[in-house]
């Protein structure tokens, strides 16, 4: 912020908070005595720009510079860079424009071509803006979304487990919580947030459709509960009536955040989100079978004596009855697993594996007779899957999400390897499946 003292001589003040600029006001006004003269920079839009010209030196790029700076200054809080230090290919450090949310480049071949670069800090996307036209696309520009919010439609079991989850994850900063019983989620968003203390400092709250439009991701987990003796495939009436009450809502604010389904059943409502929302099929993806492959993976830990987290195998398919276990890809830290199993004294293969398989399978059908939801497991991989996307992981997960041809399956969603990053579903990985898992995983479609 910039201030005028009595003499008419110019002070500066960066503000990092209401707190200390309130401070620093304070101290200016003793510095010189008393406020008279004290003059408030005229109330401008929120957005932080710095200027950076490159190459300084040469011709027309200082002046240029200045004159943006003027430009810029009465409708945004503004800075010029002027240090002598920008080259042309020079690598921008976070600590650099720190608490900048845009900076613009200006070079001697921009100005040139009367355009400069508008670079957006939080997730490094460049666009080239016409000299001509800054003003409006600054605005345009900065219409992006909070990649440390995140909201949860859904405060039954799995959506009010889930955001504890993600509560105590510290990846988020907000969190909104949606339900078509308002005090319901408002009884969730108090319930939770009061253990915040214990945590990291989050806002959480009960709100509207309104409050996701800025959201980084939105997560799905609205629908009916599966009773016990009731199949995944059951719900799809029940919930596809669900979503086209939800979805919609969703589209119609042009929210820019990832969906991530995880109602069931979820590769069919993935499908049902993709078709209604419109939005690109990258930024649509489910849960699909992160949780069984977690119960795979802890399963197979428990029955060879070692760590889950080294055993690499995936369930793919349908996240349901038809669910397989790719056993021809799976390995435990590089060693075939058959040849593992072996190691620690395991030599009936087919047998283990069909019960392994089963077991899995029907867990969640355990799981609901004793205790009548499954809830916990979910909760941890929605938990994973945002750290995937919130930190650009670019981690390999069975998500849900469309199929194009793959092993001959075309235009269904599917629960198949792929890269998850901050841009969602990123790309499939073709794992080797052997001829019977490619045929069953065909009719699982």
């Known amino acids: 912020m910039k201030f005028q003292n009595r003499k008419g001589e110019e002070e500066y003040a960066y503000q990092t908070s209401w707190g200390s600029t309130t401070r620093l006001i304070g101290a200016i006004i003793m510095a010189h005595g008393d406020n008279r003269g004290l ?142 019983d308002h005090d319901k989620a408002e009884g969730e968003a108090l319930d939770i947030s009061h253990g915040t203390p214990f945590a990291r400092p989050m806002k959480i709250y009960a709100g509207g459709y309104d409050d996701i439009v800025d959201a980084s991701i939105i997560v799905i987990t609205a629908g009916a509960n599966q009773k016990p003796g009731e199949t995944r495939l059951d719900l799809v ?59 795979l993976k802890e399963a197979l830990g428990s029955h060879l004596q070692v760590d889950s987290r080294s055993v690499h195998a995936f369930i793919i398919g349908e996240h349901g009855d038809s669910e397989i276990a790719a056993w021809s890809s799976a390995n435990v830290s590089g060693i075939d697993l058959n040849d593992f199993c072996e190691m620690r004294g395991h030599y009936n293969h087919h047998e283990a594996m069909e019960k392994i398989a089963n077991d899995v399978k029907n867990s969640a059908y355990e799981i609901i007779a004793k205790k009548h939801a499954t809830y916990y497991g979910i909760a941890m991989s929605v938990k994973r899957i945002c750290e995937a996307i919130v930190r650009d992981e670019k981690s390999i997960m069975p998500i849900s999400s469309m199929m194009h041809g793959e092993y001959g399956i075309e235009d269904v969603a599917l629960s198949m390897p792929a890269i998850v990053g901050k841009n969602g579903a990123q790309g499939k990985v073709p794992i080797s499946l052997n001829y019977d898992e490619i045929t069953k995983l065909q009719e699982s479609a």
């Open 39 to 180: 003059k408030l920079p005229p109330k401008v839009a929120p957005i932080q720009v710095v200027i950076v010209p490159i190459a300084m030196h040469k011709e027309g790029v200082r002046e240029r510079a200045n004159e943006l700076y003027k430009e810029l200054k009465h409708n945004y809080r503004t800075k010029l860079d002027d240090r002598e230090q920008y080259s042309p290919g020079y690598k921008f450090n976070d600590w650099e424009m720190r608490g900048v949310p845009i900076r613009i480049e200006l070079g001697p071949k921009d100005i040139q071509a009367n355009k400069c670069i508008v670079v957006r800090r939080d997730d490094q996307e460049k666009i080239e803006v016409p000299l001509n036209n800054i003003n409006e696309k600054l605005n345009e520009f900065n219409e992006y979304i909070k990649f440390r919010k995140v909201a949860v439609i859904g405060c039954g079991f799995v959506g009010s487990a889930s955001a504890f989850a993600l509560m105590q994850s510290g990846m988020f900063s907000e969190m909104v919580l949606i339900d078509a």
């Open 237 to 295: 009436k029940k919930n596809i009536g669900i979503f086209k009450t939800i979805i919609p809502e969703i589209k119609k604010r042009d929210c820019k955040g990832i969906l991530l389904i995880v109602a069931n059943p979820v590769d069919i409502l993935t499908y049902t989100a993709v078709k209604l929302s419109g939005f690109p099929e990258n930024r649509v993806i489910g849960s699909g079978t992160v949780l069984d492959t977690a119960r």
